[in-house]
């Protein structure tokens, strides 16, 4: 019989600090309104000095390890995606197994940007699938707002952090039913952070955007994407009951849920209140509906993303 993975918890956590689109007009020349109708964004959660990825990605995961009733002990595979690690190395998976004190079990970090957490979820499945796995630990945690130049209004009012985290657990009923994962490396100018640790290029460490062809591309891909998940499970757009997509912009998110005939209420949305917290987005929106009772057990949920590289994917399940 196949083995499945299934969400048997899940946490979110977001930094205290925030900022609104009002606090924003003080640093830069943007206004509220602008934000508002070109992103959805209200306000965004920013980390003060001192606080790190890792401590965000422990918090979260800490409340999903509680809602899944485990210790941390009991996981044996830790998938951190993040844009944003502590350090260089060694990954923010192992700083992440550190501070929940776990030792042995295989921790790594996966490098997808916005799409990093669909990624991540793909990869612990194929663990769990596989028998290498029984419990995994699946976080995105970024701090997004040390990547943003604070004086290039196209980039600085879009991004905020935070971390999201799920427990996957081997069942023999489903679970994620499949996980539908791309790169295309060729679109890599048009959404980047150019520093490396090739030479001193401390000038290049912001994210820089050309915010309008994200924009098309991210639709139309995201719009292909839904019809691959669709197809490859034999489904209609009907058998969706949850649609959690990557919180980039509003605007993109409606598109999509056209794209599936969805009505907006359900389709979960979390980019007014956290803006885009990159790899983070996903489960802290699914963290949100689920403890808001919103998303039950049985459901059928489609998570999308997509992020720069381009990189993008999907993952169904059934919750
Ligand atoms: N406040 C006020 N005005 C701003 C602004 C800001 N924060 N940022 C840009 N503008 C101005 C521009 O200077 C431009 O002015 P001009 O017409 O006088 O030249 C005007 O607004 C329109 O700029 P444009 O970049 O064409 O806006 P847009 O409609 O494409 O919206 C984004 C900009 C960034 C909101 C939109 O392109 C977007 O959401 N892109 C996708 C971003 C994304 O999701 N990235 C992450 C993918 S994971």
Same mark, same amino acid.
Not at 133 to 142: I, Q, W
Not at 232 to 250: C, F, R, T, Y
Not at 308 to 317: D, E, K, P, Q, Y
């Given at each position: ?124 499945? +194929? ?23 604070? +004086? ?168």
């Amino acid at each position: 019989m196949s083995l499945y993975s299934r969400i048997i918890g899940t946490g979110g956590f977001l930094p205290e600090s925030v900022l609104t689109n009002r606090d924003i007009e003080d640093i830069i020349d943007t206004s509220d309104e602008w934000i508002r109708g070109r992103t959805g964004i209200r306000k965004r959660h920013v980390v003060r000095d001192g606080e790190s990825c890792s401590e965000l990605a422990e918090f979260a995961s800490r409340r999903a390890l509680e809602a899944a009733g485990l210790e941390p002990a009991e996981i044996d595979l830790i998938v951190v995606a993040t844009t944003t690690p502590d350090q260089i190395f060694p990954s923010t998976a192992c700083l992440l197994q550190r501070r929940l004190d776990i030792r042995g079990c295989c921790a790594f970090d996966v490098q997808a940007v916005c799409a990093g957490f669909v990624y991540a979820l793909g990869v612990a499945d +194929q663990f769990i699938r596989a028998g290498s796995a029984r419990r995994a630990l699946v976080v995105g945690a970024e701090t997004m707002s040390r990547l943003l130049d604070w +004086q290039d209004r196209a980039t600085a009012v879009l991004f905020g952090d935070g971390a999201g985290a799920v427990v996957l657990e081997a069942d023999r009923n489903p679970g994620i039913i499949s996980s539908h994962l791309h790169a295309d490396g060729s679109y890599v100018d048009l959404l980047q952070v150019p520093g490396g640790i090739g030479g001193d290029r401390n000038e290049d460490h912001y994210l820089e955007m050309k915010g309008n062809e994200v924009f098309k591309m991210s639709v139309t891909t995201l719009c292909r994407i839904v019809d691959e998940t669709l197809k490859a499970n034999g489904m209609q757009k009907s058998d969706i009951d949850w649609l959690v997509p990557h919180q980039a912009n509003i605007r993109i998110i409606r598109a999509t849920a056209r794209k599936l005939d969805l009505p907006m209420d359900r389709v979960v949305v979390t980019v007014d209140e956290h803006a885009n917290t990159s790899a983070a987005s996903i489960p802290l929106a699914f963290d949100v509906a689920v403890r808001d009772g919103r998303i039950r057990r049985g459901e059928t949920v489609l998570m999308e993303g997509f992020g720069a590289g381009f990189t993008w994917g999907s993952v169904l399940l059934e919750y």
